[in-house]
């Protein structure tokens, strides 16, 4: 059995029980996931609860880590452990702390027009095994935009401005803006998705359940993959400052 702990709390707005249950669902619907749900993060700071996991999913918005707490998940992501999250779950879930942010691979700044934005996602056929069997699809919800690492691998995006917001980026030229992204830390696999405002989103868009579902089995399968291939951290460590 693989194990997975989801940590979920922070700003109730991002119904952080009803995600987190949802997550736990699609996991244990492939019936070999043990899925552990908790509400403090203080289980950060336990390295051998860490050392035990293969994906540690994040739910938890707007809040504080502490420097042992992050040093921890970015140390066991560096060993394999993958690492997955949605909307503000996992790129809005510290932003005060900038080397989450490099791990993760973005941070949320702005969802201009608020709550029920229509707008389209454009899946990136041929990025990833993520997106195998997925369609371009139409969402209503808040259309996030994040400062990114261009390091990432895409598999989805939308377009800004949206037509019919104004705001003060329209000055601006048209972009596509990453919904879904993959990347590593170390010889951990991460994955997000920018969708998940609130859990009826997966609701009602299909796609977007099936896209965040694939995306967890992925992150899930880092372990394995670098226990099989031997992988050590030695060539990643360094004691320089780097925050």
Same mark, same amino acid.
């Given at each position: 059995m693989k %194990? *997975?702990?989801?940590?979920? +709390? +922070?700003w109730e707005g991002h119904e952080p029980l009803l995600t987190s249950q949802r997550f736990a669902n699609m /996991? %244990?619907?492939? +019936?070999?996931?043990?899925?552990?749900?908790?509400?403090?993060?203080?289980?950060?700071?336990?390295?051998?609860?860490?050392? *035990?996991?293969? /994906?540690?999913?994040?739910?938890?918005?707007? +809040?504080?880590?502490?420097?042992?707490q992050r040093d921890n998940v970015s140390k066991f992501v560096g060993k394999g452990m993958g690492l997955a999250g949605a909307h503000g779950g996992m790129c809005d879930a510290f932003r005060e702390d900038t080397q989450w942010q490099f791990m993760t691979g973005g941070q949320w700044v702005s969802h201009p027009g608020g709550d029920g934005v229509d707008y389209m996602v454009q899946i990136h056929h041929g990025s990833s095994p993520i997106v195998s069997g997925l369609m371009d699809f139409s969402v209503s919800s808040e259309q996030y935009y994040l400062h990114i690492d261009p390091a990432i691998e895409v598999l989805a995006s939308t377009r800004f401005p949206h037509p019919d917001v104004p705001y003060y980026h329209l000055s601006n030229k048209s972009i596509d803006m990453p919904v879904a992204w993959t990347k590593f830390w170390g010889n951990g696999r991460i994955f997000y998705q920018s969708l998940g405002h609130q859990d009826r989103v997966f609701e009602e868009s299909p796609v977007a359940h099936q896209l965040m579902k694939q995306g967890l089995l992925w992150a899930g399968e880092s372990k394995k993959e670098a226990e099989s291939l031997q992988l050590t951290t030695e060539r990643f460590e360094n004691d320089a400052k780097m925050y």
């Open positions: %194990r *997975a702990l989801i940590i979920q +709390g +922070g /996991l %244990r619907e492939e +019936g070999d996931w043990e899925v552990q749900i908790e509400d403090n993060l203080t289980y950060l700071e336990k390295e051998e609860h860490l050392n *035990a996991i293969d /994906l540690l999913i994040m739910c938890w918005t707007m +809040g504080k880590i502490t420097e042992e």
